[in-house]
């Protein structure tokens, strides 16, 4: 065979030889796949199942997306509304329109009150990007813009709950007893409502009263954040012991299973002082004369609501010289509760109310020598000390929920016993 060197090749065929060296150089320089790949390939076994790599455009998506905006914050001033927040902003009257029709969740920001705070987030360009809005401790409304358009969300935070234990006695008030054993002013009155069936806060809270509770503090990311709900609670009054234990019915009963709820409260109004005690021999505080007091006094600023004491009906809503405005409620065939001297009424005759129900407000109309309540309270047409009359029992709870309430009774009422020791301990 005889060999032809390069030179002697024919032209045609020296000019194809120059183009497939140069395509093969250009291949060779070409960089191979990425290292990652490469280990992944080499570590792959016959028979084992692999995840797919994370493709490298959606991690930097991802990154991209988590990554901190530059929130501005804007404070919500008297009179403010959304457009007038995004014009302060530099937003389009198009942009808070958009936004503002974000789906159901935009509607929040109708709720927004004077000392919120809004977050705004631009693009570079200046245009709108993002809003933040925490509404509640727990809750954010996040709006954002996106290729499919503008997408709201509201996203939340986990409260983790603790339990909270207080206990103190009484001097001076309840009131004061509460704020110094460090309760809130929610958890004051909610402790009092649990025992408003047994106790007038306003007459019968003696100096040396005690009371204990077990409740809720929530947490969010370790920051307290607010109380919760009562859980267990204990009431001396007057070296008589009442007891309450939460269910998860959301009602409270004594350990045996006895609803706190009643027929009647003991006290229609918030527990304030009263003026006169129940005293059929008293001296008129107007007239100047000893005539019946068939009730109570509870002596309050004007304008103090004044509640139903029961479910019923009411049988006169008018005004005279002597009651001035005036409410009458009977409570089924047995019972009528009298209101005396509101400034205004807030029912009418024939109405039915509930108990708890505002029916009035404190006043001095009619013979009354200062604003307060005159309340009176009738079993079967005769007048009976409302703080001592005997009322209808409390009705139990479900048959079938009796063995599940007794364990949680148990483990409260354990809860309560500790605390009491611990308190007991700390005061020698």
């Not at 609670?233 to 706190?260: C, L, W």
């Amino acid at each position: 065979m005889v060999h032809k060197t390069i030179q002697q090749l024919p032209r045609r065929h020296k000019v194809l030889l120059m183009v497939l060296s140069a395509l093969t150089a250009i291949i060779l320089l070409l960089p191979s796949e990425p290292a990652t790949a490469s280990r992944n390939t080499q570590e792959l076994e016959l028979g084992k199942r692999y995840e797919l790599p994370i493709n490298i455009e959606t991690e930097q998506a991802a990154t991209s997306t988590a990554k901190e905006r530059p929130w501005q914050t804007y404070k919500v001033k008297s009179g403010d509304n959304l457009a007038r927040l995004f014009q302060r902003a530099g937003f389009t009257p198009q942009e808070t329109y958009k936004v503002s029709n974000a789906g159901d969740q935009a509607k929040k920001l109708l709720k927004m009150m004077p000392g919120d705070e809004l977050r705004l987030a631009k693009s570079d360009d200046g245009s709108f990007e993002a809003l933040s809005f925490t509404y509640s401790p727990t809750e954010q409304l996040l709006i954002e813009q996106t290729q499919d358009g503008f997408h709201s969300e509201i996203l939340t935070k986990d409260v983790e709950v603790r339990l909270g234990y207080a206990a103190g006695e009484i001097q001076q008030s309840f009131w004061h007893a509460g704020v110094k054993a460090g309760l809130s002013e929610s958890l004051i009155m909610n402790l009092a409502g649990i025992f408003g069936w047994d106790i007038d806060f306003a007459l019968e809270i003696r100096q040396g009263d005690s009371f204990n509770l077990v409740y809720e503090e929530e947490y969010i990311d370790g920051e307290f954040v607010g109380y919760g709900k009562i859980l267990a609670a204990e009431f001396v009054n007057r070296d008589e012991q009442f007891q309450a234990i939460r269910y998860k019915d959301g009602q409270y009963y004594t350990p045996e299973g006895r609803s706190m709820r009643k027929s009647f409260l003991r006290a229609p109004v918030s527990f304030k002082y009263i003026s006169s005690n129940f005293n059929p021999n008293r001296l008129h505080p107007v007239l100047k004369t000893r005539r019946p007091h068939n009730g109570i006094d509870y002596a309050a600023s004007t304008g103090t609501p004044v509640m139903a004491a029961g479910d019923g009906r009411v049988v006169e809503a008018s005004y005279n010289r002597y009651n001035g405005n005036y409410v009458f409620i009977q409570h089924g065939g047995k019972y009528v509760t009298k209101y005396l001297h509101f400034s205004k009424r807030a029912v009418r005759k024939g109405q039915y109310v509930k108990q708890g129900q505002t029916i009035g407000y404190v006043g001095a109309t009619g013979l009354a020598s200062g604003p307060h309540l005159h309340y009176e309270f009738l079993v079967n047409g005769v007048h009976r000390n409302p703080r001592t009359v005997e009322l209808p029992k409390a009705k139990p709870i479900d048959r079938k929920e009796r063995t599940e309430f007794a364990k949680v009774a148990e483990e409260y009422l354990e809860h309560l016993n500790n605390n009491r020791r611990i308190m007991l301990a700390m005061a020698r």
